[in-house]
């Protein structure tokens, strides 16, 4: 059983999906959350009172991270209220079409300052926090795509795969404040990010059965993983991407 006593963490998109997911682990192993919303409040307290019937302490932001102030803010209020910060998951995140000759800036900038500048902004102001503690693990949500690419996604995959490259800069810079940076990369989950082409219920089945194992997972299959990563089993372990897709990137 992984047991994080009293630890505090942010999770960055911790209302829904992957997200929530992670903010109830964490909390289930006994880890005190702080998480932002970005529109839906009311999903934001559904989470903050599950994580409370676990005798567990959570604080709700309403922030928009892919904006410097909303993202610094938020971790200055978190500081002021706990002194520290053990654990950053930076999950926020969109995924939107975008066909290369005909995207128009503006959908390729959303992504870029949402899942790339977000994570800069949010990591750049936690990061002194856990150098002044001397130790800190931030584990960034990236995808399959970032190793794999993916047409019509080019602007997403860029941004995840920009994510792997900071994790392994980060890695070794921040070794020796023994602040660990990992990755997860999933594939295809089950989350409001999908529902959209999960409509199409042909389109599920054939994502489905280009799995080697041949399931879609839920978000608590990749939460699991964030766990462990952010635990005291992966201590020696730093700079890693960890993939989670039931063996997808394998296939491609
Ligand atoms: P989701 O859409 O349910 O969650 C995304 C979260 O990001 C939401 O909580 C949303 O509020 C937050 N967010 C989006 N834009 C934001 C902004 N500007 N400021 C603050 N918060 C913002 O989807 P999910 O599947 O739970 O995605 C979580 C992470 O996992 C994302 O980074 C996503 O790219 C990654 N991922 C998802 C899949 C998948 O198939 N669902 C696959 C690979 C990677």
């Known amino acids: 059983m992984i047991r994080l006593n009293n630890k505090k963490a942010l999770v960055t998109g911790g209302s829904r999906g992957i997200g929530k997911a992670v903010s109830l682990m964490l909390a289930e192993a006994g880890t005190d959350v702080a998480l932002n919303y970005f529109k839906n409040k009311q999903a934001a307290l559904d989470v903050k009172a599950e994580i409370e019937k676990k005798q567990r302490r959570c604080m709700i932001f309403k922030a928009d991270l892919s904006q410097q102030e909303d993202a610094e803010s938020m971790v200055e209020k978190i500081n002021r209220s706990w002194g520290r910060l053990d654990i950053l998951i930076n999950n926020a995140g969109i995924w939107t079409f975008g066909e290369m000759g005909r995207m128009d800036y503006k959908v390729w900038s959303e992504t870029i300052r949402t899942n790339l500048d977000g994570v800069f902004f949010v990591t750049n102001s ?21 190793v794999r690419g993916e047409a019509f996604h080019s602007h997403y995959a860029s941004s995840k795969g920009a994510l792997v490259s900071l994790t392994k800069s980060l890695a070794v810079e921040l070794a020796p404040y023994k602040i660990r940076v990992n990755c997860v990369a999933p594939g295809w989950v089950d989350t409001d990010m999908c529902s959209e082409v999960f409509k199409d219920k042909e389109f599920k089945e054939k994502i489905r059965e280009s799995i080697p ?17 952010v635990s005291d089993y992966a201590r020696h372990i730093t700079g890693e991407v960890l993939n989670v897709n039931g063996g997808a990137v394998l296939c491609a």
Do not use: H, W, Y
């Open 126 to 146: 936690v990061v002194p926090i856990m150098k002044k503690a001397g130790q800190g693990c931030i584990v960034n949500i990236s995808s399959t795509a970032a």
């Open 213 to 229: 194992l041949k399931r879609i997972p839920s978000p608590e299959d990749i939460a699991g993983p964030v766990l462990f990563l």
